[in-house]
């Protein structure tokens, strides 16, 4: 039986154990003028899980158990003595002969694999068997276990509520564990790399060139990684160029929406707007590269500005700007709509027009809201990589001008872990180093984002 079809098997039992237990809560009576404790419902839930989760955690574990019991059953079967002892041949045979059990090989290579199949295919088939009938009986010795402790004093509701409650805490540790995993893997990459390379080089050196010797006598090996090009390559696309973009258009985008569009105007616009947001990265990488970064470099020669290539800061900051103008457009739209009419009405009642008590009233009073949207915004900027990729280019450069060719941290990071590199190099520990400080920069950035919005939220709640 396929494991789908016992998943199926498992639930449909599940359902008959809760239409079951629904049906005789539904017939308690009252005892002593006290009604049962829990609903008819919590009833068929409790029963339902003691039938289902059981078998389903049998099931993950023997699924993960299963596949050794069956290579030693089929290698004790006389046919694997042909099979050689030990060494790379021997792993590819076994290797062929589960691809050939689970049909994604059609054909084999090793003559030993198609005689040892008929064995293997044996045993998967007895503890597939096993399997499935040990978890069939646990689903009606759980389900029975629960369907006899129904009573009308039973206490079903508060025992569905705490398994409900155990599986929101484990989603939640499941979460905050995935987060606690990543960041201490960057911080025990980034330690080996600061054993190799100097912490004070990486953070104030203003060379990056991360070259490693691939012989002992190569000329020019030993690398620079100083990291501030970069550093200034991230903040001048993501925090300058992006940002000037991005908050003007955003913040009118939002007063236009707020005060002067009509209802039927704003339904349509504001989702349309929003849409931006949801636009793939590479999409917005494709627009750059092929329509912005040439118009410019054309704008550039044309107007006789020097040193313009077709991959430019401007082109990769424009676009990006582009790209995160629904982030400042929404929070700063929610946080003009959240300042109290009565507000706005006291301005227009003391005679200033409706421009006047927006850049007076309004835009000050929601600034706290704008600003947390704008640090969300810069937060999300710095992180992007496609766009820097495709339009920005790959050189390390501390220039300010906006028609010459930077890149970012994360562009580097993407170079960096991408081709066959030494693992424990200091180029390739390298990127877990900058990893770390674009995560730092980040939180920080969104710590203030939140801490912003929240005082906001104190404000006019």
Request: hydrophobic share 55%; no cysteine.
């Amino acid at each position: 039986m396929s494991i789908l079809a016992i998943l199926f098997l498992i639930l449909g039992l599940g359902l008959v154990a809760w239409f079951s237990a629904r049906a005789k809560a539904a017939g308690f009576q009252p005892v002593g003028g006290i009604r049962p404790h829990s609903r008819p419902n919590h009833h068929g839930w409790y029963v339902a899980l003691w039938a289902i989760v059981p078998a389903l955690i049998f099931l993950t574990i023997w699924g993960n158990v299963t596949p050794g019991l069956v290579m030693s059953t089929a290698l004790e079967s006389p046919v694997a003595a042909t099979l050689p002892e030990d060494g790379m041949e021997r792993s590819a045979i076994l290797s062929e002969l589960r691809g050939l059990a689970s049909g994604k090989v059609d054909g084999g290579f090793y003559p030993q694999a198609q005689e040892l199949l008929p064995a293997y295919q044996a045993a998967q088939s007895r503890y597939g068997m096993a399997g499935s009938a040990l978890a069939v009986i646990l689903v009606f010795a759980g389900g029975l276990y629960a369907f006899t402790r129904l009573a009308p004093d039973f206490r079903a509701r508060t025992r569905v509520e705490r398994v409900v409650m155990i599986t929101l805490l484990v989603a939640s540790l499941i979460a905050i564990l995935t987060t606690i995993g990543i960041v201490s893997s960057l911080l025990f990459e980034t330690i080996r790399f600061f054993s190799k390379v100097s912490p004070v080089e990486f953070l104030f050196g203003t060379t990056w060139s991360p070259q490693t010797a691939m012989r002992a006598d190569q000329v020019g090996s030993s690398g620079a990684f100083g990291a501030i090009p970069l550093f200034w390559g991230t903040i001048f696309i993501g925090a300058i160029i992006a940002m000037v973009v991005a908050i003007p258009l955003g913040l009118m985008s939002a007063i236009y929406l707020t005060q002067y569009a009509a209802p039927q105007v704003r339904k349509w616009m504001k989702p349309i707007l929003e849409v931006l947001a949801g636009v793939p990265t590479v999409v917005y990488g494709y627009f750059a590269a092929l329509t912005v970064a040439p118009a410019i470099r054309d704008f550039a020669a044309m107007t006789g500005i020097p040193g313009a290539s077709s991959e430019s800061a401007l082109a990769a900051g424009l676009v990006m700007g582009i790209m995160i103008i629904p982030f400042v457009s929404s929070m700063a739209d929610d946080s003009i709509a959240a300042v109290p009419q009565s507000m706005r009405d006291g301005s227009l009642a003391m005679g200033a027009t409706t421009s006047e008590t927006i850049r007076k009233v309004l835009v000050p009073a929601a600034l706290p809201g704008v600003v947390g949207g704008v640090l969300l915004a810069v937060s999300r900027a710095i992180g992007e990589t496609m766009i820097v990729v495709m339009a920005a280019g790959l050189a390390a450069n501390m220039t300010a001008n906006p028609f010459a060719s930077v890149t970012t941290v994360t562009t580097q990071i993407v170079q960096l872990l991408t081709g066959d590199q030494e693992f424990d190099s200091p180029k390739t520990l390298a990127a877990f180093a900058l990893g770390l400080v674009l995560f730092i920069v980040t939180l920080l950035l969104n710590i203030v984002a939140l801490r912003v919005v929240k005082k906001y939220r104190e404000a006019y709640e």
